[in-house]
Each structure stands twice: as structure tokens, then as C-alpha cells.
């Protein structure tokens, strides 16, 4: 059973200028229907602006639909009242492309994982190094390290810190989006490995948003391409790769140095 279904889903932003909004609307998402099996990586792809963001913000609840719905293990999210959402966003967790923008500066490791693991349960203060240190080596991090601070911590740690804050609360859905976007080329393969693990050893599914064909290729199971908010090819990540059918992903596949 597909474990999230996207289905005809729309968000237009109206179109503001300097004296309010002009009747106008930006199609960010434009009647997208997609579906992501439990435990599998949808990978989604398209250029700047294609919509990517508005998608896997709609996901999370954070940007309202125009229309359509979001169906999460069954469950149809507009359906529900502000306060089962909230209690149900521990469920989908998110990693963004600046982990050093999406951590907090202030908070040493400890006290943001710690944070983020209490999210799901309360732990007993004993406990709580426990949990950090196991939480850290299984992102591949010393446990050493774990009352340090983010600046303390290279881009691609800093992108593991923000990969274990994500799992922490046991999520059932990832979404991530260009999160190897900002880090050196022999760093992304390493997270990305990192992420096809974790997704395969907690069963956790995956939308995985990239600009960058090949790097979704690499993770994903399947393959969505977006253009102007729409979808406009979807397959196995190797048909998609291999036979693009529509000439934008060829274009984006030509694109690739
Ligand atoms: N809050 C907003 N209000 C109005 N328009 C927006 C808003 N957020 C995004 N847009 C517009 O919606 C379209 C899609 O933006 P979005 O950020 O989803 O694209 P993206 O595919 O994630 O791009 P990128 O690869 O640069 O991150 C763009 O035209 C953008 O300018
Ligand atoms: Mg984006």
C-alpha cells in the first residue's frame, strides 16, 4: 500500500505587487498526483523554481492546498483538525540543503538531539546520553563530539547532525529536499549512502528533491520530473535515467557535466 498519495494536488500563490495582489496566480504545484510506496525513495526532480519546495511544503502541512489532498497511511491530512496534524508531524521529518542554517547555533549537539528524541518520548535524564551517543554513531559521528557546537562540525557532519535530529523522533516519512546540494562532490555519495541506509534499516520512506538527475538516479527508487508544477515523467529511476521520454528530461540529463 502506497504510504503517502498525492493526489491532483494544487497550490497557486496569488501574485502580489506593490498595491496588494493583481488577480494573477503562480501554478507552483499544478494538479500533481504522485504516490510513494512505505520503505521505497521517490526522487524529485526539476530546476529552480519548478515547484519542488512548494510540494514538500504542502507535504508538511506547512503551505495550505488550493485544491486536491494528501493522503498519509490512509489518512486524508485536510480532513483533520489543526491539532491532529500537530500531533502527527512527528510522523514526517525534514532535511533541508543548509544544515547550518536549519541548526541552531546555540544548541550543542547533545541538546538538539536530545531535543528531538524527546519528541516521540519523554527519556529519563540518565538516559539520555545513552540515546544521543547510540543516535550519533548511527549517523556515523562520534559520540565524543556530542557537546559541541554546529560551527564546531564540517558541512558534511553538520549535514549528519541535522540526518539523526530528523530520524530522532522515528519518522515514517523523510522529506528531503537538495540536501546534498551544498556539500563537495566526495562528500554527497557518503550521504547519500547514509540516507539509503537508514531509509532500508528503519523502513522509513523517502521524497528525496534534487536539481540534479543523476544524484536522484543514485538514491531513488523512482523518479518524478517537475516542470512548472507540473509532473511531467514518472518511472523507475532506471527508465527515467536510462529512456527519458520527455524532452525535458533529456534536457536535464544533457545537463549533467
Ligand atoms: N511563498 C510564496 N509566495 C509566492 N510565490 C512563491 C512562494 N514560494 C514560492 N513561490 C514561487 O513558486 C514557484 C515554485 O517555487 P519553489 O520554491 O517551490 O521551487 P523549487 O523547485 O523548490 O526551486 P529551487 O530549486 O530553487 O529550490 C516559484 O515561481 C516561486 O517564485
Ligand atoms: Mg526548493
Known sequence: MA??????????????????????????????????EKGSILGLVGESGCGKSTLSRAIMQLQPLTSGSIILNGVNLSSLPP?????????????????????????????????????????????????????????????????KYPHEFSGGQRQRIAIARAIAPKPALLLADEPVSALDVSIQSQILNLLTDLTQELGISMLFISHDLSVVHYIADNIAVMQRGKIVEYGTADAVFNHPQHQYTQTLLAAIP
Open 83 to 147: 491539532r491532529e496534524i500537530r500531533r502527527r508531524r512527528t510522523d514526517f521529518q525534514m532535511v533541508f540543503q543548509d544544515p547550518y542554517a536549519s541548526l541552531n547555533p546555540r544548541m550543542s549537539i547533545f541538546s538538539t538531539l536530545a531535543e528531538a528524541l524527546e519528541q516521540r518520548e519523554k527519556l529519563k535524564k540518565a538516559a539520555r546520553e545513552d540515546a544521543v551517543a547510540e543516535l550519533m554513531q548511527r549517523v556515523g559521528l562520534s559520540p565524543e563530539h556530542m557537546y
Open 3 to 36: 504510504y503517502l498519495e498525492i493526489i491532483n494536488a494544487c497550490v497557486h500563490y496569488p501574485v502580489r505587487n506593490t498595491w496588494g495582489t493583481t488577480g494573477e496566480f503562480v501554478r507552483a504545484v499544478d494538479d500533481v498526483s504522485l504516490s510513494l
